[in-house]
């Protein structure tokens, strides 16, 4: 098993914290991990992307060039990284943010709107963890309740009281692909 | 754990007790990490007000027998090159690391090899070596710090861990073992106060006589081949039956092991060779492999700095070439598989 | 016969490089007189500057580092962060502590750091042959301002004791001259309260030593004496600038 996820978005926007948050249960299950950030002079609107390698084997390059999965929060982001994607590989797209405009025929394309979504679970600062509990629930990268318990961890104290709202977020986001694929087998 | 986070809490368990530096991007977390930690076991962060006073503040520190170190980047580096010329000249130990960044000039904070020269050529003024470690995995860095304060104490030398944005960002899982006894060697020569010891010790490195200079150069001579002899140190990656090396330290070495894979899986016989010590450079094994293979690509994030000590360790038995990002630029495992293909059906294959 | 004048403990008994008339050997032996008097020989380590006076780090007789230009108070602060209990002082030029090292003993003293700053301003640089200092006068000519020195070009001379006083770290700041022998009585004095703020651990001290440097100032040491006294005093005026609130010397 090898993944390489490559999250891109603004700062502020969270992209950094989700692949630090991904990377912190890739590490509770024992697994090879790396977490690479990248991004510019700004700390916020400027670029902040990160590469997430998790594997069971040890990790030859810790820099994600050719994703196997794409997690985009910008159209910008889209348009850059679209090409690099593994072909078969998927890309996740935050349509509350991001026209799901792909021109790849090779790929798997899920639009998730996550705005909407936090926005309905009562707390639009969840929507990364919708899109990240679609994420697992397709590549099954890492158990869900793995990256449950990693909130505790990568949360500060005083924002544990957050922690059930983002675990229902997880759960939305892979019960989302659940219902995507019954759609699809009909 | 982060990068910086490793490299400060490796520095803590080498028995580090005094840290002094400057802010700079992008080593900057380190010393948040130090500022915090250092304190914690009752040692000293102290910010300077320069690189400039940094390094000085380094060379009293260590010429009062601690162990001490500080880190900075690109310009902050080149702001220290007089003080660790003293320091060499001196003979007194100390490490430290450059989170290396794009330049030439203020350049940029993104990840870059462009200080390869400064740091294994000299760098300062006068007749002087670092020994320049280069790690290149988070447990790396962390493992890498005790032995830059032991060669340090051994040789009476400072020595520097080079290390790039991408290294001090990186997270990577890290085992660290809890029992730490570090076993400092006395420092007789240290200037203490004369209380401490016979006669009056001084730390210097001016001797206006050239006679006498010259008798310290013999001196720094022979340590520095001493050191040659015994420090070099690389990793081999996939050396059997390959036709064609791959030579990268730091960040560019873990791509080039993907690229020794993707490779080998399409069947072309690549292998790699990674200098961990930079300074002495791992000639004597480079000069070994080149008698069984058929060529080498030094990989490096500049323009082609290490490949002129590829070349002299060859030695003219095989041709040395050079695949380089630059200006904060990295290299992808596709560009550099590519290069090997071109070598390789041009050539090498055959 | 009672020997009535002998050399400091603290000082070798090697000869003094320096020029007939030059002032350094005078500060250098007051320093000597101070540290055997406050008897800290073996805790007292010095740090040399790069100047006339790297030679320090050979005469006097305790441990020593020799300093890069400029940078000699970081290096006490090195020192001294390792060695709280040690007295470590610096002895540094005007060139070497007012241009190149500016930032350096500004810092140390805003840190309020427990180390001796030994300032020799001679109002020119004297090793490298006599160029402008940052602390030449207006209109005194140098190797560098032949004209002497003018303000629309180079500016104003640096009044170091003047500029201190309002750093909070700074505990002692005095000025001192050693040309004629009541001067010279007062700069031991001034120079022993250093080190006894030092050694009460009250913070940063310094002593400003004006300086005669006949060779570089083209006149013979007697006139040399009568410059310092009719042109450097007016400019740079002696006597305390700052002394400790807490703790009574
Ligand atoms: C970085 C550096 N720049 C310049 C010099 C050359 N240099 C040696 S001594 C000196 C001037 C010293 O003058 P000052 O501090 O006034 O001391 P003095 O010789 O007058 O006692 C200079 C510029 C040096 N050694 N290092
Ligand atoms: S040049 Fe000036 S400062 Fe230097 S030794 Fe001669 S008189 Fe003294």
Redesign the pocket.
Known sequence: MLEEIYIAGFGGQGALSTGQLLAHAGLMEGKYVSYVPIYGVEKRGGVANCGVTISNQQISSPLVTEPTVLVVMNSLSLERFEKAVVPGGLIIINSSLVEPRVQRTDIRVLPICANEEAESLGDPMVANNVILGALLEITRVVAIETVSEALKDVLPVRRHDMIPVNVKALEKGAELVREYNNLFKE | MKGNEAIGEGAVRAGCRYFFGYPITPQSELTHYLAKRLPEVGRLYMQAESEVASINMVYGASGAGARVMTSSSGPGISLMQ?GLSYLAGAQLPCVVVNMMRGGPGLGNIAPSQADYFQATKGGGHGDYHLIVLAPNSVQELVDIMKKAFDLADRYRNPVMVMADGIMAQMMEPVELDDQYQIEIQPKPWAATGKVDHEGKNLINSCYVIPEEMESLNFILRDKYSEINKNEQVCEEYQLDGADIVLVAFGTASRICRAVVEKARAQGIPVGMIRPISLWPFPADFIGTAANRVKCFLSVEMNMGQMVEDVRLSVCGKAPVYHYGRFGGMVPTVRDVLEEVKKIYSGGAGQ | MRKVFSRPVSLKDVPFHYCPGCN?GIAHRLIAEVIDELNIQDNTIGVA??????FTMDYFDIDMFQA???RAPAVATGIKRVLPDRVVFTY?????????GTGEFVHAAARGENITLIF???A?????GG?M?P?TLIGQKTKTSPQGRKHEVNGYPIKVCEMLPPLEGTAYVARVAVHKPKSIIQAKKAIKKAFEVQIKGLGFSLVEVL?A?PT?WGLSPIEAVTWLEENMIPYYPLGEFKTPTAGVI
Do not use: F, K, R, W
């Open positions: 007089e | 350094h500057p790069v100047g006339c006076s790297v890069s230009h400029g540094q030029g005007d060139g070497d502590l007012a241009a190149i020799i301003n001679n020119v640089y004297g090793m490298t160029q200092a602390t300086s440097c570089n």
